[in-house]
């Protein structure tokens, strides 16, 4: 046996489900506290709510991230010198990765494609490579797989789809490579688990119609208000609740407390998806 699978084995072992474990959320401003400034909120600030005090919430989401600059200010890193075997960490990014690196003058932009492109840019005079959107989460994935942390890959909120009168849904790209993360490191059998927050928050968005969603959507199309920001926190915990991650097991809600006309039912997914 080797020596890394014997301290997995051991950090399993640790892993008895009454000890407190953290939640690691790593995001932007639809996750982060204080949302997008100016009174909006991120909807990571009301994911403790749906969990009992064996859980605790690190909300280390920050305004105006990508999966780029994460990676570069050592956010994930931070993280990465805390986590213990048997906490898990959620990463959802995407609002702010879309662009071309060489023309964008916030130098946050992931590098377009799918796999390892690169795009070198000069950033503070010095060459920076950028990588892919999915080359930053499954770099970040891995080394926290590898400290005995399980992980969810989530997918981006969705924008206000009442934005153009009636109900238009369309998901953006980082839905499909946030998925295919999960899916290329292994999905559930590795411990990386994808929950599409997405579509369930474009579900309970649908259901609460267009008055609600222009006043919650306050300051433009992304940034939620409080109230959306809890709403999207439990469209997570229904998106969790209906796949199989075993942190699951540790919500105070019961399934049919969840579903119903606000926040709607599980979505049906193809039996491949790494949920
Ligand atoms: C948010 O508030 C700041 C500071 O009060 C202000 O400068 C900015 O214009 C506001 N932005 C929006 C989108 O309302
Ligand atoms: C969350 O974790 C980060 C990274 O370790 C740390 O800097 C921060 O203080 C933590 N926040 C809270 C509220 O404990
Ligand atoms: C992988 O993650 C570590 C920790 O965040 C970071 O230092 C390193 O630059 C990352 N590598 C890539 C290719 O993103
Ligand atoms: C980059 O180099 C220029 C010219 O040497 C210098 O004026 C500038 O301060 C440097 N910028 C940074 C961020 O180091
Ligand atoms: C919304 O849908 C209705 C019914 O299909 C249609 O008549 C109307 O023009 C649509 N409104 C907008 C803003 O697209
Ligand atoms: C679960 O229950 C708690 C406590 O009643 C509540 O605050 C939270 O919003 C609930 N979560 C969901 C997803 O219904
Ligand atoms: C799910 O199944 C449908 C119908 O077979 C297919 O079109 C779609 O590409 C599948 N999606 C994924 C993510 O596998």
Redesign the pocket.
């Known amino acids: 046996m080797k020596l890394t699978t014997l301290f997995l084995l051991l950090g399993s072992a640790l892993a008895d489900p009454c000890r407190t474990r953290t939640v690691w959320l790593c995001g932007d401003s639809t996750m982060a506290p204080g949302g997008g400034h100016n009174g909006t909120e991120g909807w990571g600030q009301y994911l403790h709510y749906s969990f009992g005090s064996s859980i605790r919430v690190n909300n280390s989401a920050y305004a105006g991230r990508s999966a780029r600059t994460f990676?570069?200010e050592?956010r994930?890193?931070a993280i990465?010198d805390k986590i213990t075997p048997g906490d898990w960490v959620v990463i959802e990014f995407g609002h702010n990765d879309g662009g071309t690196p060489a023309t964008d003058t916030k130098y946050r932009v992931d590098c377009p494609g799918m796999g390892s492109e690169t795009c070198p840019v000069t950033y503070n005079n010095q060459t920076e490579i950028v990588?892919t959107y999915v080359?930053?989460l499954r770099?970040?994935s891995s080394?926290f797989l590898s400290k005995g942390a399980k992980v969810i890959i989530s997918s981006p909120t969705p924008n206000n789809p009442y934005e153009f009168g009636n109900y238009s849904w369309t998901p953006t790209i980082y839905q499909y490579y946030s998925w295919y993360v999960a899916q290329s490191l292994g999905g559930p059998e590795a411990g990386i688990y994808y929950v599409n927050h997405g579509d369930y928050a474009a579900q309970a968005v649908k259901l609460l119609g267009p008055q609600v969603a222009a006043a919650n959507y306050p300051m433009d199309h992304t940034h939620l208000s409080p109230h959306f920001a809890d709403l999207f926190a439990q469209a997570f915990v229904l998106g969790l609740k209906c796949g199989t991650a075993p942190l699951q097991g540790r919500l105070v809600n019961a399934t049919s407390r969840i579903e119903g006309p606000v926040l709607g039912t599980c979505l049906s997914v193809n039996a491949t998806l790494p949920i």
């Open positions: 990676t570069r050592g994930f890193q990465m990588q080359t930053y770099n970040a080394i």
